[in-house]
């Protein structure tokens, strides 16, 4: 909060992502039953993030100058416990 408040000046939004688990090249080497795992613990939809689909919000928080001093999670309610 103390860099979005010195830089209010220039106009600058403060947007945080809070991701959580994408299919990429990382997540695809592990194990079948983990990445089944995984998914099982995401509430909807049952299955990992698209890259397209941060690339999307991204694009959005972009182009939408309401969104300030946010974070925004995108993790399908993913909860690790």
Not at 24 to 42: A, C, D, F, N
């Amino acid at each position: 909060m103390t860099a979005y408040k010195q830089n209010i000046k220039n106009c600058l939004n403060y947007v945080c992502l809070d991701s959580g688990l994408f299919d990429t090249p990382m997540t695809q080497s592990l194990h079948e039953k983990m990445i089944g795992y995984l998914k099982s613990r995401v509430l909807f939809p049952k299955r990992l993030g698209h890259p397209s689909e941060y690339a999307s919000l991204v694009e959005h928080i972009i182009q939408n100058k309401m969104l300030n001093a946010e974070v925004i999670r995108l993790d399908g309610g993913l909860r690790m416990l």
